[in-house]
């Protein structure tokens, strides 16, 4: 079924209120109802049909009741005389609204919402913590959330202007088939502060910074003006948000970016308050947002550790629908993890492993999210080369933090900036792509294994690096392609009865399995040990094994 946002037109000139339907909301007629999907966005538009002075400051709410539950949802200003109440839950049955606003014109109007159960087959609902996996995330409708993210920031520029977005449409296909179901991505940033491939300025259709034509406040980045927002701009966000929810892709949304030459209003000052509340009243019902206050949050030009603690307490006051909150910066999620949902780092270095399992020892029952782990795949223009850019060193960058019990990120250079291809399969046969089916092998295996019930076992590492399933009686272990033996025969023995057990092995470059065949318990393998040896990184996995 297809994701829409159903808007009511809710007609306040010289009638009672009344619902006229504009686009499909499956009412069936009913003047007082709305009917939707769980997890389905809708969106009820409000026209006054009259000016209003200083919109976006008008505090509007719905009030939204059933039988277990009350929610308080802020209306947002849309421009030409709308209010917006965007609603979806993850609850099915009747609810009833009104809304409460100082507006005389919106105060006290009400209607019923009436929830089915979800139709769509890849649909979960919103992501969210459990009590009994701390140190994973799920979502609502309790199957695990494999974060597996793409950083493409410029994400909201790529259809800008045109009418449409076929462009975008494009790209999260395209992602959404090779596993990603995630992206990290800037609400607004404008240029980077580094050098430029010259190959760029000869393809301008893949250069997106620098554009004076997109702001989310009035003027231009070059010639701001704070005193208003401009609608314009979220509203092609909607058909961004709207379309990676179709696609069940999260947005891991960051609200802020200092390091991008963008000209921000001053801190807590009127108009940085606006843009910032406007955002979480915005995109809070989506259930494909995760917070973020800002990318590289504590980067020297800009912020405090108290604003970013005032703005995550901002967040959590405003959405209504207690969307996960964290920070792009690891100093300050580890000094303040009572205050994010869960641990981001960033972390270049060569022993990425160890820095990633050091802080899950650190933080046990909080998710651990490396956004940037140093290696950013090489594409046609060299845009931000980092520390790797080898496809198959970034790959085992991205091994390495989920061996280390943490969720990963991969960045290709080619859509990770303001450099955006967004059809890479499509250039010339001379362009290189990028090896995102690497990540498609990536998620074929770790849907098998039970990724929420994995824990690093360092003992158990041998030369390679071991993830433990103890509870389905699964070991993995990764080797490199270099080496000639890594065994977990010490733990099997200590910890399993294996006389049931099975072994396979997988090629993380090709995916291929190997047949699954009887483990066999060997003291010594150096010679006849492994399959694909310097040609590509492999995991041995042991099945069917029973604790003892």
Known sequence: MKTFI????????GSPLGFAQIKESNSNGKKDVVRCQQWEVVDLV?????????????KAYAVVEDSADTQRIPLFYNGDDEWVFRYSSATVGEKRFAIESELEDLNGKKGRILVSENQKDDRHGGIVLSEEHPDRLFYEDGTHYFNLAFE???LFALDYGNGNIKKTEHLLSLLNQYGFNQIVMNVYSYDVSWPKDPRLAENPHHEFGGREDIFPFLGSNSDSDYSSLNVEFFRHFDKVISEMHENEIVSHLMIYVWNKLVAWPEMESEADNRYYDYVIKRYQAFPNIVWDVSKEALHRTRATKEYISERI???RRVDSYDRLVSVHDYGFCRNHPDEVDFISMQNWKHTLYQHMLEAKNEFPKMPIFNIEHGGYEESPYVVFPGAYANAEACLRRNYMCLFAGGYTTYYWQGASWNALIYNPYEQPDDFIKPKFEYFTHMRKLFDTVGFENCEPYPRGNSSGYNLTNKEDGIIMLYVP????????????????NYENAT?????????????EVPYVYKDLGFWDWRPWRYEADAIFIVRGLEAK
């Not at 409000?46 to 008008?58: A, H, N, S, T």
């Open 6 to 13: 159903a808007a009511l037109l809710l007609a306040l000139v």
């Open 313 to 315: 307490e901002r967040t």
């Open 481 to 496: 392609k270099e080496n000639h033996y890594a065994s977990p025969k010490v733990q099997i023995s200590r910890d399993f």
């Open 503 to 515: 072994q396979q092995w997988f090629n993380t470059l090709t995916g291929e399995f190997t047949e």
């Open 46 to 58: 409000y026209k006054l049909g009259r000016d209003v002075f200083d919109p976006f400051e008008v």
């Open 152 to 154: 493409c920031d410029w």
